[in-house]
Each structure stands twice: as C-alpha cells, then as structure tokens.
C-alpha cells in the first residue's frame, strides 16, 4: 500500500497501520466504529487491550502520514471511532468510478471511442489486485466489490473495443484475462469473437471446447446461453459475427417480481416521498429499513419499490430472506441462486459456489438498471454478498435488527404510527363504524399501540364481526392480559410476530427480554433490568443495547430504556410470574428510594426499616441534587413497583416502599400517589400482620391528610393509630403521633389541646427519646407558641431544637429550625435578624430539598422585605412562594402565601387583587377548618371585628399578627 503526494511517495509496511489505513480509506471518510477496527485487526479474537492498542496505531499511523507531509489530523478521532478527511480526488478508487460513470455516459451517447479513452483511463489507474498486503478477513471482504467493479469495466471496455473493430490489439490482452479468469464467460466470449474476426475460428472453437470442459470439471455446469450461441455462430461461420458491430443482445424479459402494494397503505407520507426521492436519484442509495415487528416494513418498502419502479425498466426483484421466519434463514448462496433466476439466469449457469455466484450477480447487474427488494434480512452478513457491484443497481433492505455494517446505506428506523395515522389505518380498514365513534377508534389504536400490524388486526377484527362496535372491541383490549389474544385473525397474530424475533435471540437475551416483562409500564434504567435478571448492571446494559438493535426494546434517551406495551404484554406471558426476579426488582427500588431520600429525612430511614446490606445494583447518591433528579424521573416506577409488591402479596414490601418514598412525595406535593400507597400499605400491614407497620403507614396517611387540608380525617387516624400504638406497646409512635397531633390541633387553632398533646408526647416513657422525636416535640411545641403569639417560649423551644437539630446532623433538621427562628424574630420586629435568618433558612431548604419548607420560608422572607419597605422585592418572593405552594399541594400552606401577598399588594396600592387573594384564602381555610389563616383573610377582607373575635377564641395573644 503506498501513499503519494506531489513530493513524495511512501510505502506503508507495518502491517496493521496498513489493515487501517485501508479499512478507514475503503469507508471514504465515513466514521469506521472501533468494534470495526479491532475485528480487522484481529479478526474474532481480539486481546483484552484492544481498544489500547487500536488507539496506538491511530497514533503511529499518523506518524507515516506526517513523514508523507500530510496533516496528522486527517485521521480524526470521534467518539465512536475514527475516519480519514479525503475527497473523491484523494483516492484512486473514486477517480476509477468517476471515469467509469463518464465512459457509460459517452457510449449510450454513441461516442464508443470516447467511452474506450476514458475506460482505458481508468484502467489504467489500477496496479494490480487491490489491497493483497493487506492481511485482514474483513478489508479483503469490504475491498471485494473493487475486483468486481474492474471486471466489469474491463469487460465494457472490451465490448467497445470490439465494435470498433480493435479485435487483433486486444487479442493478447482477453487471451491473458481468460487464464486469469478462466469462469469468467464475458471475456472467453471475447476472446473467441477476437480470434474469429482475425480469422482463426478454429482456435475460437478451441477457446469455447476448454472453457466447457473446465466448467464441468470445476463447478459441474455448462456455459451459459449466450456463450453456447456464439460459439454455435461461430461454427456456422455466421458473417455478421466478422463485421465490426455492437453484439446484439438476447433479448431479455424484465423481472416483475414485487408483491401487492396494499390500497389501504396510511400514514408515512413524507418518509415514502424521501425514499423514492433516493431511489430515483442518479446514484441510487441503499436503503435500509428497520423496526420491531408489525411496524410495517415489507408493507412501506413495498409501496416505496412501486412508486420508483419506473426509474428501473430491466426489472424489479423480490426475495424474503426469511431472518425472522417460522423457516431457517435463507443462505447468502442460496438467495443469490434465487435472485439469478429471478433475472433469467439459466440454473446451469448458476455456480455452486457463494463467491462465483456473487460475482455473476454482480457481473449480471452491471449493464442493467434494476430494482432490488430484500425483505426480512437476518442481519448484515447475509445481505453484504447481493449489494451490486454498480451504483445503478436500486436497493432497499427490511430487517427487524439495525444493520449497521452497511457501509454508505441510508438507515430508516421504523417507529409505530403517530395517532392520527393509526386512526386513519383502521378507518380504511373498518370503514363507517370506525367514523361513527371517533373517541373509541382512538381508543383502539392506542390499545394497540399504534403498531401497524396490531391495528390491521384490530380492524379485520372488526370486519369479521359485524354486530361489534368500536367500543365493543376496545372494552375486550383494555384488559392487558387478553390483548395479545385478541389480535388475532386467521391464524395471523401479533403474539407469532414477536415470538419471530424472540426465538432468534441468544438464551442471555431471552432471559432478559422476558424479565422485562415483569417491570411495570414506563422507561427504566440499565439497574433495573439488572436486578430483574439478577445480572451486574455493565452486563444488563450491554443486553439491553442488543435487544434495542433487534427492536424489541426501545432507548427513548441515553441510559434509558422501554418496552412498547404490546412487547411487555407479550414479555410478561413468557416470563411466568417469577418471583424471585420480582423481589430482587422491589429490593433494588426500596435501598435506592431509601438512598435517596437520606437527605430528607429526620432519622435514619435504613435503621427504621430494619435494611440490610444493600443490593449489588442499588444507587447510591452524592448530592441532594442527584437524590432529586433521581427520584423525579424515577417516582412512576417507583408508585408502580409499590403497586405491584400490594398485588403480588408481598406486603413487607408493600408498607416499606411506601414508607420509603413519603419524605419525597410531602416535600413535592405528590398528594395525588399518596392516599392509593398509604392505603395498600396499611391493608398489607393488616394482612401480615404487624401493628408496628400499621401504626406507621396510618401516621403517615394523617400526614397526608393534614397536607390535602382534611383535617377531621387526620384527627381520626391520628387517635387510631395512638391507639394501636399504646395497646401493642410502641412508645416511640405513641410519641410520634402525639406530636403530630399537636401540630394537627394547632392547624385548627386549638392552642390549648395542642400545647397538652406536646407535653404528653414529652412524657411518653422511652427507654431512650430518639433525636428524630426530640427534634419533632421541640419544633412543634415552638411553632405552636408561635401561633399563640408566646414569641419568648417559641424563641426557647426553637433553641432548644437547633441545638437537637445540629447534634442529628442533618441538613433539613437545622434548616428548619433556623427557618422558625427567624420567624419567630419577624413576629418581634427584630427585621434585620428575621431577614438574615430567613434567607439562610431558604437556601438550606432548597439545598435538602424541602420543597414546602422553602415555599413557606420564601412567604416570611417576602414579609420581611415588606416590613422594611422593599415592596417589590417582597412581591417577587411571595409570587414565587404562591407558586409553590399550588405545586407541592398544601392547602393550609395555599392560605398563608395567600393571605402574605395580598398584605404585600394591599400595601403597594393594588386593593383589588389583593382582596381576591384575602377571598381565595378565606374559602380555602373555612373548608379545612384553618381558623388561624381564616381569621388573616378576614382582616384582610376589612372585616376586622369577625377577624378579632376568631382570633382572640383561638388564644392567640398577639393581635397584630393578623395583618403582618
């Protein structure tokens, strides 16, 4: 291999710089993966340092390139691996194709001695076989299709040059071509029309007697057609075949061979219009269609090879390569003896051999304009031997796995219909009933999945009942585990489809695949899948990238992965309810979900649930950041999951995710997940039984209560669950729920009742009070002075907090306390404290991500602000804590940024929308039963007597607090 510029040449002698350069040259600078080049490189058995050393022969071929004075940086480094910056006139075998193109061009245009200049040009460009240095499979391979392109101008040069009555020039040159290539039947054909025009027929006879006699010596066959009749010619001494004359060709019968384009074809429209565009392109590409099955490949590139057909008149073939079929895979040989046929090919010219029957193929298309649809491929082995040798060979390509070898293709992957396409699919198919009930059709597509296949179905469904109504059929397709049977007619079923490609898959993937079926609906992440298929996760990953090539998973997002819902369904039927993968998948959510909420907690979740040592592919979190983000994007899966453990009988679970998951859903306002959780959990406690378990997931649903504003409902279950904890001997939720029923009394402004139930609290016997505990008592017993308008002992027990507080450690635990302080010195007029207070608090909440605390936090601070004149900074801090409040949804917490804005507006002259605020705030607290924020709405409203008299019934001390 030499590399020559204007002032130098240089021959590349290592032997892998060579394999590279000439893999990286071959693909014309398109990107060559790194999994590329290391099985060029080393074939199947690459080293455990491959990518290593693949990077050092980047480096030391650029080196060469260098010595050459080429820039080192025409070899680029990307991501997934590397190509070379060249044009078509940096390589020999793109000026090759360019003068090859023009000599076709000049002798369709009758300049027969202009097309032989320009191929004697190109031929002359060539220095032997190319690329015979280089020792590699896979470049040999890739580099096939050269030979086979200079066959081919070789034997179109020789056409012409015999028209133009060159035949004793060119003698010695086609009798050196037959021992060279002693199959190929073009150039004794050749040979023997030179010998015969020069007037030694005898030898011309010779000529065709050895080349018979070699064919079936070596491959069993006799001559082809075309050879027999000249020689027949020949030996009759026919005169035409002496005169200097175009051969006049057999005449040939152009192969139809495409199915039924169906009339019922939806959807699709500009994607059609961009393919036939690229086949009917001077330079055809090849097109590659891939998609999961029933997403209608055959069906669009069906309809895509009609339209063009036109561009192709010497033929349109067809051929199912049956790669996912109830049939072995079509050999490559044995689909090109097909494809022969279907261009005229007598059998016995048809070699036995893959690599001749490939090279007629080619030689076959390299005078003709045809049209190739190769339908349900296995993978890209088995199409690589029938790509054309010519570029004006049109070729479309459908598999159910990406084919990412195709060097140069133009890949579509298919995706299900969009809606409005899958609900025209089926008004074709049903017709009237379909537009009779629109809302059901719609229905029925999306139970289906918007999959072509499964809507065809669905509507012949339909067909074959004429008393059904849409809605008929889609009551039948809500219940997921009669979907798939459902979706059958005649024997066709979406189920067959998919057990197409399943049965294909390798017993790890089958595993996999089948699993999956077993994690609720949504997206998930490689950890997941691990834990399911208890597999590290590395290996779960590198599976589930093989599944997505072979679309029976979907990757919506890096990291990300998801079964259609039909998959799923099928997935979930091969997997037959294992239960030891679904309690791996529960233990991997709950030690995440724990994980990740640590930095909202009070107290150690871990020690509380009694966990032990993690699962190999549980998460772990740096930051509060990650923990949300995480949380966020997992919280479906993570109510989902819980769901399941409920159905599936495994209450531990049940109560654990549950109890898990709870600091994140009050710091959000998940209000929505929260009752259907708290009311699985305590079901599964009652079930297992285990009062401890009970006790807690009914405090948690009268938090849940108290936070929707039910405020009547969380007293009840609050006095349930101290019963339930003093009756089984649990003091620590005996204090627990005490606590939280003093907060609960003073939500409703029973000052007194809620001071009593923190000083039973205080005097629960405990063998030790835990932090968390200690903490909460504190916290309460200083928010409820500072309601009552007690501000010197609310100063006290908030103290008293902190110090509990910094001792736990924990980041939301002091952002608290500093947060009540500050409110604390608002209410004493001690503006500079407050405000320094409460700006730290914020930023400590937002950092714990506490999402009410900060709404709350970020009201006070607009208070502050206001107080001290900055009417528009309080404005802005209040708008934003409203906000908040609306997303986290608690109501009592709705009133109060209510009611703080509207001070804040009333004071920048803005009575109005104050006053609506002071009526929203006024409704909203009557409904919950929030006296202390109805009694604010009413000053607010100017009805101050009815405001004095509430709060003064309430105990509250400090009257001024009703309008700061």
């Known amino acids: 291999m030499q590399i020559r510029t204007p002032v130098t040449e240089i021959t590349v002698a290592a032997p892998r710089e060579r394999i590279l350069l000439a893999l990286l040259l071959l693909r014309e600078g398109q990107l060559v993966p790194v999994q590329q080049v290391i099985m060029a490189l080393w074939d199947t058995n690459p080293p455990p340092t491959a990518r290593a050393q693949v990077h050092s022969c980047v480096s030391r071929l650029r080196q060469v390139l260098r010595r050459a004075g080429l820039p080192e940086d025409l070899v680029v480094t990307e991501p997934a691996g590397y190509r070379i910056k060249v044009g078509p006139e940096d390589l020999d075998a793109a000026l090759f194709a360019t003068r090859v193109e023009r000599a076709r061009a000049a002798a369709t245009d009758g300049d027969l001695a202009g097309g032989r200049d320009e191929l004697r040009a190109a031929l002359a460009l060539w220095r032997g076989r190319p690329l015979t240095d280089v020792d590699s499979d896979v470049v040999r391979a890739a580099a096939a299709h050269l030979e086979e392109q200079w066959t081919a101008a070789m034997a179109l040069c020789l056409d012409l040059e015999l028209q133009l009555d060159l035949g004793e020039e060119v003698l010695a040159e086609v009798a050196d071509l037959v021992e060279r290539y002693p199959h190929h039947e073009q150039f004794r054909a050749h040979l023997m029309t030179a010998l015969a025009r020069t007037g030694r027929r005898a030898d011309a006879l010779a000529v065709f007697r050895r080349g018979r006699a070699l064919l079936a010596e070596e491959l069993g066959i006799e001559p ?4 027999v009749e000249l020689h027949r010619r020949i030996l009759n001494g026919d005169a035409d075949l002496l005169l200097p004359q175009a ?8 192969a139809r061979c495409l199915p039924r384009d169906v009339a019922d074809f939806s959807g699709r429209a500009e994607l059609v219009r961009r393919l036939v565009g690229a086949l009917r392109a001077e330079r055809p590409e090849v097109i590659a269609i891939d998609g999961m099955a029933g997403t209608g490949k055959t069906t669009l590139a069906v309809r895509v090879a009609h339209a063009a057909a036109e561009r192709y008149p010497d033929g349109q073939l067809y051929l199912d390569l049956r790669g996912h079929s109830d049939r072995a895979p079509l050999d490559p040989g044995e689909a090109l003896g097909a494809l022969l ?25 390299a005078d003709r304009q045809v049209l190739v649809l190769l339908d349900n491929a296995l993978d890209t082995a088995q199409v690589l031997p029938m790509l054309p040798g010519t570029a004006h060979t049109g070729v479309v390509i459908t598999s159910r796995r990406r084919l990412g070898g195709l060097d140069g293709a133009q890949t579509v992957s298919l995706d299900v219909l969009p809606l409005d396409d899958a609900v ?20 029925v597509a999306e139970l289906c999945g918007r999959l072509p296949l499964a809507v065809r179905l669905a509507g012949a469904r339909l067909q074959h009942r004429p008393s059904w109504t849409v809605a008929d059929l889609a009551a039948r397709l809500r219940i997921a ?6 979706l059958a007619v005649d024997g066709r079923t979406v189920a067959a489809a998919f057990t197409l490609s399943f049965q294909h898959l390798a017993v790890p993937l089958q595993r996999l695949f089948s699993v999956l079926g077993l994690h609720p609906a949504g997206d998930f992440e490689p950890a997941a899948a691990a834990a399911l298929a208890g597999l590290p996760v590395a290996e779960a990953e590198a599976l589930l990238e093989d599944l997505v090539d072979v679309h029976l998973v979907e990757a919506p997002a890096a990291g990300r992965y998801r079964l259609h819902d039909l998959l799923r369904d099928y997935a979930a039927q091969l997997s037959h309810d294992d239960p030891d993968a679904v309690a791996r998948l529960l233990d991997h959510y709950l030690y995440s979900v724990t ?7 009070l107290s150690d979740a871990r020690s509380l649930l009694r966990l032990d040592s993690p699962p190999a592919t549980a998460l772990e979190f740096d930051t509060p950041v990650d923990a949300r983000r995480w949380l966020e994007r997992e919280l479906p899966n993570v109510v989902s999951v819980a769901r399941l453990a409920a159905e599936v009988g495994r209450h531990r679970h049940t109560c654990m995710l549950t109890r898990a998951i709870s600091p994140f859903l009050f710091g959000f306002g998940f209000g929505e997940h929260q009752l259907d959780l708290y009311e699985r959990a305590i079901a599964a406690a009652v079930a297992l039984p285990d009062a401890e378990l009970e006790a807690e997931s009914r405090n948690y649903l009268a938090a849940v209560y108290f936070r929707m504003g039910r405020l009547t409902d969380a007293l009840a279950t609050l006095q349930t669950v101290i019963r339930i904890a003093e009756r089984e001997g649990l003091p620590r939720l005996v204090g627990t729920a005490l606590t939280n029923l003093a907060m609960l009394h003073s939500r409703l402004g029973q000052y007194p009742e809620a001071i009593a139930s923190a000083e039973a609290a205080a005097q629960v016997q405990l063998d030790s009070v835990p932090p968390s505990l200690q903490f909460k008592l504190e916290s309460t017993i200083g928010l409820v002075h500072t309601q009552a308008g007690n501000y010197a002992q609310a100063l006290a027990a908030n103290r008293r907090g902190l110090e509990v507080a910094r001792r736990i450690g924990s980041l939301r635990t002091v952002a608290i306390m500093i947060g009540e302080l500050g409110l604390v010195h608002l209410h004493m007029g001690h503006l500079t404290v407050a405000t320094a207070l409460l700006r730290r608090a914020l930023a400590l909440k937002r950092d714990s991500v506490n999402q009410y605390g900060a709404a709350e936090t970020l009201s006070k601070l607009g208070t502050a602000y206001r107080l001290r004149g900055r009417l528009t900074d309080a404005i802005t801090c209040q708008r934003a804590a409203r906000d908040q409040m609306e997303r986290v949804a608690d109501v009592s917490g709705q009133c109060l940024t209510a009611n703080d804005l509207a001070l804040t507006l009333r004071a920048a002259g803005r009575d109005d929308e104050a006053a609506w605020l002071n009526k929203e705030a006024y409704a909203k607290a009557s409904r919950i039963g929030d006296r202390y924020e109805q009694a604010r709405a009413l000053a607010g409203l100017g009805r101050m007597e009815e405001a004095v008299a509430l ?13 700061r």
């Not at 082809?224 to 050879?227: C, H, K, N, V």
């Not at 051969?247 to 152009?254: E, F, H, K, S």
């Not at 090919?345 to 690599?355: M, N, T």
């Not at 074709?428 to 537009?435: I, K, L, W």
């Open 247 to 254: 051969p006049r060709p057999l005449g040939r019968r152009a």
């Open 481 to 486: 585990n009669r979907r798939l049977p459902e």
């Open 951 to 963: 709060f003064t019934s309430l105990g509250a001390q400090d009257l001024s607090a009703l309008t």
């Open 424 to 443: 025209e699919l089926l008004r074709r198919t049903v017709g009237e009933r379909a537009y009779a009930d629109p809302a059901c059709t719609a229905e």
């Open 595 to 601: 994980a990740a909420t640590r930095f909202m907690e």
């Open 341 to 365: 046929r279907q261009l005229g090919v007598p059998a016995e010219r048809v070699p036995p051999g893959l690599d001749d029957r490939s090279v007629l193929w080619r030689t076959e298309l």
């Open 224 to 227: 082809g057609a075309e050879l």
